[in-house]
């Protein structure tokens, strides 16, 4: 098989070496290749070329590792010299409308295209850092890649977008998890109760995460406004402390926002579901 790479960055070169000990047929292009991306080449016997062309024709496989802000440039220069059929993997980080209209572009000239999110560090995990895959032709990807070692999970009838689009939702969770649990734990070490802190919340550990998010959400309409109360309170408990929280300003805004959207816009049942609630918190947003 022919593979192209794109883009000679830690990504591209991160995959070219495994790529090539795997037994595939390189081919790498860069404009202004660094040392590290020469080193590479010369090492494999591989030529870089300055930019695309009619050598990406034999590319059954192009994996574009430039930058997100590139993407479609990038995309728009490498369509006209790609057989019908063949397959493009898009690593970059370029945002889900991006990706969406990249999706839309690769398919209106017979190019099947993978949205790929990295869900990881490279830098760290290399070649089995975790990937997201998702559009036309993601399954084959995953069975070229994880024979030359990589990790890729394919969305099941997922479509170009949804792999960045999942990869920034799940940073949106685990970033805001990170930065409260960093300002709680502060908090409970200061007072000597971090240990019997984790008792409290280990009934947490047995409630799946789907179920803790629904649930937070369907409360959340109905109670927002004693748990806004509680958000200040706990906000003047850190501040005592001399830990004034920088995490919680934004907690309260939130809880304040659904109040004030209750006021006019009754929930249209006493108890929602999930379904219903983040229905109606949508609308309040518009």
């Excluded at 990249?102 to 560090?121: L, P, S």
Aim: net charge neutral; proline share 4%; charged share 20%.
């Amino acid at each position: 098989m022919n593979i192209a790479i794109i883009g000679l960055g830690e990504v591209g070169r991160c995959y070219a070496a495994p790529l090539h000990r795997a037994g595939y047929t390189l081919n790498l292009c860069e404009m202004h290749p660094s040392a590290a991306a020469k080193e590479l080449a010369a090492k494999a016997g591989l030529r870089i070329h300055a930019q695309a062309g009619a050598w990406l024709a034999e590319a059954q496989l192009v994996l574009s590792c430039v930058t997100g802000t590139t993407s479609l440039q990038v995309l728009d220069q490498v369509l006209p010299h790609l057989a019908n059929g063949a397959l493009l993997a898009d690593l970059t980080t370029a945002s889900p409308e991006v990706k969406r209209e990249g999706g839309k572009r690769a398919a209106e000239t017979g190019i099947r295209y993978v949205d790929t999110a990295i869900m990881g560090a490279i830098s760290l995990g290399l070649v089995r850092t975790p990937l997201l895959a998702s559009g036309e032709g993601a399954s084959q990807l995953k069975e070229i890649l994880e024979i030359a070692g990589a990790r890729v999970q394919v969305i099941a009838d997922g479509k170009a977008g949804d792999a960045i689009a999942l990869k920034i939702l799940r940073s949106i969770y685990t970033k805001g998890v990170e930065a409260l649990t960093v300002e709680l734990l502060m908090s409970a070490e200061r007072q000597g109760v971090r240990e019997k802190l984790y008792e409290q919340l280990s009934d947490m550990d047995r409630t799946p995460v789907r179920a803790l998010m629904d649930m937070l959400v369907r409360t959340h309409v109905i109670h927002a406004k004693r748990r806004a109360h509680e958000v200040h309170d706990a906000q003047a408990e850190l501040t005592s402390q001399g830990l004034t929280s920088i995490v919680l300003p934004g907690v309260e805004a939130r809880f304040k926002k659904t109040v004030q959207a209750l006021e006019t816009h009754p929930l249209p049942v006493p108890e929602p579901s999930v379904e219903q609630s983040l229905d109606w918190l949508l609308a309040s947003a518009r």
